[in-house]
């Protein structure tokens, strides 16, 4: 478990890192829709989206001048906002599946144990 | 390859919705037999590398650029369902903060990146699994193409909704042979970051790769993870090999 988890440390900072430095290199050309659209004739109907003033639009962060570091800001923000969501929506699924009685699953009473231990610290909204 | 507000008409944007939707909320039932201790921290940590990855477009021909969608790679790594909530948060994230793909059109992508490029990557990848030698190389060819096929599908898909319910007039055949050409390309890139990343995962830790599960069992990558000094892991095939 604890080798687990320092795999999952290292793959974070290498998301961080391709995020926040790296996609200051990734080709600004238009992606294969976009050119097609182009290409087309179809591209002026598309329409800004409702969230085209997030600060975080475009993948940029709004008030930070300098391109670089605004982009990067931005890829770290949304790595570890993804990080947040998809982590603790698979946790959550995890445990609720784990505290069924799906004796079937052979893989440990171990982390059966665990979830009963943390049960009542959270999900209090105790959807099921 | 994430499809604006606009392009596609209401009726075929709420269609695709609803088709989303339905995905979702199958993959949500399904995903709890795939999630245990050691794939829910993997699922994290995969979703926010896809999103990583996604910003990194790469250059294809003609002044035109791709970036990985991840759908066969996530699925391989963490199992398909789990992949489609991945992919959704990806794609939610994407629409809301980033204004990446259209808001109303986030059904639409879910369909396309989530639900398609997922579908058809990791179905492929099962079919070739199961002809293909058993092993590394074996594994590693059945994701790579069904990463490649996962991206021209994708778009073909999307030129059919173009053609149900596209708001521009232009002829669907060369919106055809354009998106199916260009995205040709881009699967041949999703193809290689694909099998890259599989391949550095299961090099250090195979266990950990969910789509890897039956070599683990059948002990075919055994030697190696021996070599590479792997402590945790053996408890799992020591049954199967006393049997």
Redesign the interface.
């Known amino acids: 478990?604890t080798?687990?988890?320092t795999?999952?440390l290292v793959?974070?900072v290498?998301?961080?890192l391709?995020?926040g430095v790296?996609?200051w290199?990734?080709?600004?050309?238009?992606?294969?829709?976009e050119?097609?659209?182009a290409?087309?004739?179809?591209d002026?109907?598309?329409?800004?989206?409702?969230?085209?003033d997030?600060p975080?639009?475009?993948?940029s962060l709004a008030g930070v001048d300098d391109a670089r570091l605004s982009g990067g800001l931005?890829?770290v923000a949304?790595?570890?906002?993804?990080?947040?969501?998809?982590?603790?929506?698979?946790?959550a699924?995890?445990r609720?599946?784990?505290g069924t009685r799906d004796g079937a699953?052979p893989?440990?009473e171990a982390?059966t144990h665990?979830v009963s231990s943390r049960h009542e610290v959270d999900d209090p909204a105790g959807r099921r | 390859m994430h499809v604006p507000d606009g392009y596609l008409d209401a009726a075929t944007t709420a269609g695709t919705a609803a088709v989303a939707a339905a995905g979702v909320a199958l993959a949500l039932r399904g995903a709890r037999r795939e999630l245990d201790e050691r794939t829910a921290p993997m699922a994290g940590l995969t979703a926010a590398f896809v999103f990583a990855v996604q910003m990194m477009n790469f250059p294809v021909a003609y002044g035109t650029s791709g970036h990985l969608i991840g759908g066969a790679l996530t699925a391989v790594l963490v199992g398909p369902w789990t992949a489609v909530l991945c992919m959704t948060v990806v794609l939610l994230v994407q629409a809301l903060v980033f204004a990446d793909g259209g808001l109303t059109a986030v059904g639409t992508n879910v369909t396309l990146m989530g639900l398609v490029a997922v579908g058809v990557g990791y179905g492929a990848f099962r079919l070739l699994r199961a002809v293909l030698p058993a092993g590394r190389t074996g594994l590693l060819a059945a994701a790579g193409v069904g990463a490649f096929l996962s991206v021209p599908v994708a778009a073909l898909v999307f030129v059919g909704l173009f053609g149900l319910g596209g708001v521009a007039d232009v002829s669907l055949g060369s919106v055809a042979v354009a998106m199916g050409g260009v995205h040709l390309l881009i699967g041949l890139g999703e193809a290689a970051i694909t099998v890259a990343v599989l391949g550095a995962v299961l090099a250090v830790r195979p266990d950990l790769v969910r789509g890897a599960r039956h070599l683990q069992r059948a002990t075919a990558l055994a030697p190696r993870s021996e070599t590479a000094g792997r402590p945790a892991a053996p408890a799992a095939p020591a049954p199967v090999e006393a049997r």
């Not at chain 1, 002026?44 to 085209?52: L, N």
């Not at chain 1, 949304?78 to 969501?85: A, I, K, P, S, T």
């Open positions: 478990m080798r687990t988890r795999f999952v793959g974070v290498v998301a961080l391709i995020a790296g996609s290199y990734a080709s600004s050309s238009p992606d294969g829709l050119a097609t659209a290409e087309q004739g179809f002026h109907t598309a329409e800004d989206s409702a969230t085209a997030s975080l639009a475009d993948y931005a890829g949304g790595v570890l906002l993804v990080l947040l969501l998809a982590g603790g929506l698979t946790l699924l995890r609720r599946s784990a699953d893989r440990d982390s665990d």
